[in-house]
């Protein structure tokens, strides 16, 4: 596949002497195929769509809602640099089948180090259907991800019961109380450990 570089893309723009044109190029190898990212900066619009890895970063204050896409891992500093980015976020969408690679890297330490707290404090619709399970349990996980109290989390079901440990791990519960509404997909009825487990979330199926 031939994409422009992103120089090629700079090059025309050369005469928009009155913006600053971003622009960023991804190959995804997998599903063959390419995107361009273009936009003048200030960003302006409500929505960001499909980040990757290759985001470039800066400050989306107009921002409420994005998704992020990829086919390499997003590790830790990456949801740092979007939280940062982003300060006003809403409503977040991740699609990423791809296991963590800094997880595997620190579960085989023996070493303590702490990794900065990703906060998103107005995060209220969190999206993560397609999803590996390494990010359900990034976000659940109090010690790596701070929630506002009243967010809305949209999962699939046996991914949430293979995360928690079959509603049991203690660790996934104190961002999980904070969740208002918590959708479960691919499950028909609710059990009652599950409805204990989210003693204060309505939860729908």
Same mark, same amino acid.
């Not at 050369?14 to 599903?31: C, G, L, M, R």
């Not at 003048?40 to 800066?58: M, V």
């Not at 079901?157 to 691919?186: C, M, P, W």
């Given at each position: 596949?031939?994409?422009?570089?992103?120089?090629? !893309?700079?090059?025309?723009? @050369?005469?928009?002497?009155?913006?600053? =044109?971003? +622009?960023?190029?991804?190959?995804?190898?997998?599903?063959?195929?390419?995107?361009?990212?273009?936009?003048?900066?200030?960003?302006?619009?409500? @929505?960001?769509?499909?980040?990757?890895?290759?985001?470039?970063?800066?400050?989306?204050?107009? $921002?409420?809602?994005?998704?992020?896409?990829? @086919?390499?891992?997003?590790?830790? &500093?990456?949801?740092?640099? =979007? *939280?940062?980015?982003?300060?006003?976020?809403?409503?977040? =969408?991740? &699609?990423?089948?791809?296991?963590?690679?800094?997880?595997?890297?620190?579960? +085989? %330490?023996?070493?303590?180090?702490?990794?900065?707290? !990703?906060?998103?404090?107005?995060?209220?619709? /969190?999206?993560?259907? @397609? *999803?590996?399970?390494?990010?359900? %349990?990034?976000?659940?996980?109090?010690?790596? #991800?701070?929630?506002?109290?009243?967010?809305?989390?949209?999962?699939?079901?046996? *991914?949430?019961?293979? $995360?928690?440990?079959?509603? #049991?791990?203690? *660790?996934?519960? !104190?961002?999980?109380?904070?969740?208002?509404?918590? +959708?479960? /997909?691919?499950?028909?009825?609710?059990?009652?450990?599950?409805? &204990?487990?989210?003693?204060?979330?309505? !939860?729908?199926?």
């Amino acid at each position: 596949m031939n994409l422009p570089s992103n120089e090629d !893309i700079q090059y025309t723009f @050369e005469d928009f002497h009155h913006n600053h =044109i971003i +622009s960023y190029v991804d190959y995804f190898s997998d599903t063959q195929q390419g995107r361009c990212h273009i936009y003048s900066y200030p960003y302006t619009l409500s @929505e960001y769509n499909k980040i990757t890895n290759n985001f470039p970063g800066g400050v989306f204050k107009c $921002v409420s809602k994005i998704s992020l896409y990829d @086919e390499r891992p997003f590790e830790h &500093e990456f949801f740092l640099r =979007i *939280a940062q980015s982003f300060p006003f976020v809403k409503k977040l =969408i991740l &699609e990423n089948m791809k296991p963590q690679n800094d997880k595997q890297c620190k579960n +085989s %330490e023996d070493d303590n180090q702490v990794l900065p707290i !990703i906060e998103y404090p107005y995060l209220i619709k /969190l999206d993560l259907t @397609e *999803a590996h399970l390494d990010y359900i %349990e990034l976000f659940l996980l109090d010690t790596k #991800t701070r929630l506002s109290n009243n967010g809305n989390l949209v999962v699939i079901y046996q *991914a949430l019961r293979r $995360v928690t440990e079959k509603f #049991t791990k203690d *660790a996934t519960r !104190i961002n999980g109380e904070k969740l208002h509404r918590l +959708s479960l /997909l691919g499950k028909y009825r609710i059990p009652k450990y599950v409805k &204990e487990y989210f003693s204060h979330t309505e !939860i729908l199926n």
